[in-house]
Nanobody, 117 residues
């Protein structure tokens, strides 16, 4: 089992910055990919950014150049630095971990990010 706990959400004005963190515990040696997803009201959950155990990254087009994902394997943590935030970035942000074997997925409880115009 893997447990994920997110932190760092909040309310920010457009153009501002926030940093989200996700701490993993449990069977962390099983984790391959970690990522951040978001879900706005009335919309499907979507990928924001992901990072592999070898630090390969992938970003949604809508956040490229504004968001940066990073991972500290020793600290079992993945962060999402969000700059130049826009009102359309408002959503609940979820951390996800995917295992090497079986591609089993684990999700955090989510953290709210609200960007005011």
């Amino acid at each position: 089992q893997v447990q994920l706990v997110e932190s760092g959400g909040g309310l920010v004005q457009a153009g501002g910055s926030l940093r989200l963190s996700c701490a993993a515990s449990g069977s962390i040696y099983r984790i391959n990919v970690m990522g951040w997803y978001r879900q706005a009201p009335g919309k499907q959950r979507e990928l924001v950014a992901s990072i592999t155990s070898s630090s390969g990254t992938n970003y949604a087009d809508s956040v490229k150049g504004r968001f940066t994902i990073s991972r500290t394997n020793a600290k079992n943590r993945v962060d999402l630095q969000m700059n130049s935030l826009k009102p359309e970035d408002t959503a609940v942000y979820y951390c996800k971990a995917t295992t090497y074997i079986g591609a089993r997925e684990y999700w955090g409880q989510g953290t709210q990010v609200t960007v005011s115009s």
